[in-house]
């Protein structure tokens, strides 16, 4: 297929605004109407935070291409993956008339997204293990569809979606296939991002948030065809990503094995609060989880939630979207002895 086919016309059409330090990062800069004195703090890495960053990410994307094992052109880095999220519906959904598809449950921000975009969402429901029903979604696909958004593994079920499925939706359907992978670094398999010099129209998205350790520092990052990276690169915010964020993501990629061993920790404390979770009266189902977190039921579960809120833990209520469940995140042993024993306490009443 080809992308440009998609893509809304206006886009096509634009004129990107060009920045100043598009051409030109050293010399001497009078170009951008800067403070050539410098910062009113002190400048701790001496990134000259008296300067507009790099619009085009070049030093972390030759970094985390490296790291990855792949090529710097087919990378992109956002301001988390939620700004990827809202670029790509701005890429290829008309408002009004083109339509997403969302696997329900799933992750609430792609919806919100579209709403805000005034695009519409088919939301399809997994089946009954969590996986694609592709069936029902060939037959919800109309001539304005334009995206499917795939998390895996899945927020809140914790579940990896089948890459096989992913991937006969990527070759079959004319539009965007996006799979958000924010919790791939806990999973037991492989991200899909080796797979995006196959078909052009495949999205994957990955974030430091997670198994980095870094949600207040706002950095996600997606793998495409060279075609989809520069249309990301074409409607962005000038200089969406800023030098201080650049300089903790160039770090923590120097310092990799300690992400990984992070996700070791976290991966036996799952262990540790499922095992506990199963053998706990008043648990009702332990879903298995290829993530931080773990989803399971109870009765009562809003009621559960507010008395855990009260004892000062506090984890998510997922009852609307999946009956009668709580999600919590995997926490420090400490943590998790708290949670475990407050919810033990409150569901003996
Ligand atoms: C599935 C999923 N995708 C994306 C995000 C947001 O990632 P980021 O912090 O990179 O914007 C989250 C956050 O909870 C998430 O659960």
Same mark, same amino acid.
């Given at each position: 297929m080809k992308i440009e086919s998609i893509v809304r016309k206006n886009i096509l059409q634009l004129k990107p605004y060009t920045s100043a330090r598009e051409d030109h990062l050293?010399?001497?800069?009078?170009?951008?109407?800067?403070?050539?004195?410098?910062?009113?703090?002190?400048?701790e890495w001496n990134i000259g935070l008296n300067r507009y960053p790099d619009p085009f990410h070049n030093k972390l994307r030759e970094e985390l291409a490296s790291y990855l094992s792949m090529r710097k052109e087919n990378l992109f880095i956002g301001v988390g993956s939620d700004e990827i999220i809202d670029l790509t519906i701005r890429i290829f959904c008309e408002p009004k008339i083109d339509n997403v598809i969302t696997l329900e449950p799933t992750y609430g921000m792609y919806k919100v997204v579209c709403d805000i975009n005034d695009v519409s969402t088919i939301s399809l429901p997994l089946n009954? *293990?969590?996986?694609?029903d592709l069936e029902k979604v060939y037959k919800a696909i109309t001539t304005n569809t334009k995206v499917i958004f795939i998390c895996s593994p899945n927020n809140p079920t914790g579940n990896l979606i089948e890459p096989k499925s992913i991937m006969e939706l990527a070759e079959k359907f004319n539009g965007i296939v996006f799979v958000d992978e924010a919790y791939i670094d806990f999973a037991s398999q492989d991200s899909l991002i080796a797979k995006v010099g196959r078909v052009p129209n495949l999205i994957v998205t990955r974030t430091f948030s997670k198994a980095w350790g870094l949600a207040g520092v706002r950095c996600g990052f997606c793998a495409s065809s060279k075609e989809i990276i520069n249309l990301l690169y074409k409607i962005?915010?000038?200089? *969406?990503?800023n030098k201080l964020t650049s300089e903790v993501i160039l770090h923590a990629l120097k310092n990799y094995e300690q992400k990984d061993k992070f996700v070791q920790a976290i991966k036996n404390e799952r262990k540790f609060i499922k095992d506990e979770l199963n053998s706990m009266p008043g648990i009702t189902k332990v879903y298995p989880s290829e993530t931080n977190y773990i989803l399971f039921e109870c009765e009562n579960p809003s009621s559960v939630y507010t008395k855990l809120i009260e004892i000062g833990i506090v984890i998510r209520d997922r009852s609307s979207q999946v009956k009668n469940s709580l999600r919590v995140s995997v926490g420090t042993r400490e943590e998790n002895i708290k949670f475990l024993n407050g919810l033990k306490d409150i569901l003996a009443g």
């Open positions: 050293t010399g001497i800069l009078l170009d951008a109407n800067e403070n050539s004195f410098g910062p009113v703090v002190n400048d009954n *293990n969590f996986q694609i962005k915010m000038p200089y *969406n990503l």
